[in-house]
């Protein structure tokens, strides 16, 4: 399985910017995967995620702000990030796996990662 993250970049406080995760080679006919960010110093923490049943999850600090959403057809999930902050800069990783129920779960960790993806925030 590969995820390969992209659409990261610098961005003024207030801006917007869309990741995306291109998936291959994931056959499993049931899916977790989201989105997880780490800033320098700071443990990861689950951003947003949506699973094979269309359930979806999203954080409560960026909740009203970024939206997560898939293309099954081009197998590429997203996170359109809208009102960035500077608390918001991280490093931005996709994660996929068949525990569909996972979610933003805690505990528990994705089998599959992408490399991330930079996220930079100025106020």
């Known amino acids: 399985v590969q995820l390969v993250e992209s659409g990261g970049g610098s961005v003024q406080s207030g801006g917007s910017l869309r990741l995306s995760c291109a998936v291959s080679?994931?056959?499993?006919?049931?899916?977790?995967m989201g989105w997880f960010r780490q800033a320098p110093g700071q443990e990861r923490e689950g951003v947003a995620a949506i699973n094979s049943n269309g359930e979806r999850q999203v954080a409560d600090s960026v909740k009203g702000r970024f939206t997560i959403s898939q293309d099954n057809a081009k197998k590429t999930l997203y996170l359109q990030m809208n009102s960035l902050k500077s608390e918001d800069t991280a490093m931005y990783y996709c994660?996929?796996?068949?525990?569909?129920?996972?979610?933003?779960?805690?505990?528990?960790?994705?089998?599959?990662w992408g490399q991330g993806t930079q996220v930079t925030v100025s106020s």
């Open positions: 080679r994931y056959t499993a006919s049931t899916y977790s």
């Open positions: 994660a996929a796996d068949s525990r569909w129920w996972l979610l933003l779960a805690s505990g528990p960790t994705y089998r599959y």
